[in-house]
């Protein structure tokens, strides 16, 4: 038991020094109080969608459990990851694009320009929220340990993201960084699960809604600034 739980212990450690570390960065790489503030609007704006996906994973984990012995458990968890997605991206694109009128409404002007953080982090708070889904194969196989090794390669991969993006992009460039952490950790983590226990995703068309609903909110940024 104490080995299958440590790793889990020691992952979630990693993540909470990770998630407490942006703002150090963006003062150590810009010496900017005010994209430390701006940032940290942007992380509370989209921790909104944070709420609803730890809702459902609470769900999930019980119900995914109770009918892991049934002839068509696979195919169940594999609708419940295309759904979450489904759901998850269209909520966070819609987060994404109202966003900057969410904070000219509750904020004022200086605060507004964070919305592309709340955004960029929305997108993260999904593709993160993943793992949740897919390491079910961990938990059924009682095999933690690639789950704690992702967490070594997102830091690595978020660190390398602020040196190199923070300077170009400030605060967007930080929630960038954490997202491609994020992403890695993902991928990683979901293509060890699929090795321990094997689960029919459709990953075609998880990663094409997922594509094209980032594509879809770039070409709203990209329109907004003109």
Known sequence: MLS?????????????VMGSA??????????????IGLYQIGASGASLLTLATFAFFQAFTAYALSISHEENAKKIYAKILEYYIY??????LLLGLLAKFILQLLTNEKYVSAYIVI???AFNIVI????????LANLLAKDNKPIAKSAIYSVG???????????LLGKEGAAIAVGLGNLITTVYVTVKAQKLYFIPYNFK?????????IILYIIYLGYFKK
């Open 87 to 92: 759901i998850g991206m269209t909520c966070a």
């Open 119 to 121: 955004g960029i982090l």
């Open 4 to 16: 299958f739980s440590l790793p889990l212990v020691s992952t979630g450690l990693i993540f909470w």
């Open 22 to 35: 942006t703002p150090y960065f963006i003062n150590f790489l810009m010496h900017s109080k005010a994209e």
């Open 157 to 167: 991969f978020t660190v390398i993201g602020y040196f190199t993006l923070i300077p």
């Open 205 to 213: 068309r998880i990663v094409i809604f997922s594509i094209a609903c």
């Open 128 to 135: 993160a929220g993943v793992i949740q889904v897919v390491s």
